[in-house]
C-alpha cells in the first residue's frame, strides 16, 4: 500500500530500537506499541522512535542494562514512506498539505538535513526483525 502511495520513494529502512530486557516479551510478541511512548521524551511526537545508527539506541537513556549488563536493541522494519520534521505536539503526522487535509506524512523526523531519528504513528509501521542483546 505505502508503495503505491510513494511509488520511487525508500519506503521502508531497517532502524534501532532500544529497549529494556522488561519489555522484550511485550515487543517480540505483540510488537511495538505507542501507548509506552513518552517514557524517554516526546520531541518529535507521540510516536515510536527508531535511529538510524544502532549507537544512537545504545545510549543508556534508551537501552538501560539489565542486571548482568546486558542491554537489548531491536532492529525494525519500519515504514517511513514520506517525511517532514517532527515537533512535540504530534500525536499522527502532519498532513503534507494543510489546507486540503487529504493525506498525511508517514512518519517525522527529527532533522531533515542529518536524520539522527524517525517516528512514527501507527504501531503496524515497524516490525521488530531482529533482537540484539549484548554486553558492552
Do not use: W
Not at 49 to 68: E, L, M, R
Amino acid at each position: 500500500m505505502v508503495d503505491q502511495k510513494n511509488p520511487g520513494l525508500e519506503n521502508i529502512r531497517h532502524l534501532y530500537h532500544g529497549t529494556t530486557v522488561d519489555n522484550i516479551c511485550n515487543i517480540s510478541h505483540g510488537g511495538f506499541n505507542r501507548t509506552y511512548c513518552g517514557k524517554n521524551g516526546t520531541v518529535c511526537g507521540y510516536g515510536t522512535y527508531f535511529a538510524v545508527k544502532s549507537h544512537y539506541s545504545c545510549n543508556d537513556k534508551y537501552s538501560a542494562p539489565d542486571k548482568d549488563g546486558y542491554k537489548c536493541v531491536y532492529q525494525a522494519a519500519v515504514i517511513i514512506g514520506r517525511y517532514c520534521k517532527g515537533d512535540q505536539s504530534l500525536r499522527e503526522p502532519p498532513y503534507i498539505n494543510a489546507q486540503t487535509k487529504e493525506q498525511r506524512y508517514d512518519s517525522v523526523v527529527d532533522n531533515i538535513q542529518a536524520i539522527t531519528y524517525f517516528v512514527v504513528f501507527h504501531d503496524d509501521h515497524a516490525y521488530p526483525e531482529y533482537l540484539i542483546k549484548f554486553k558492552p
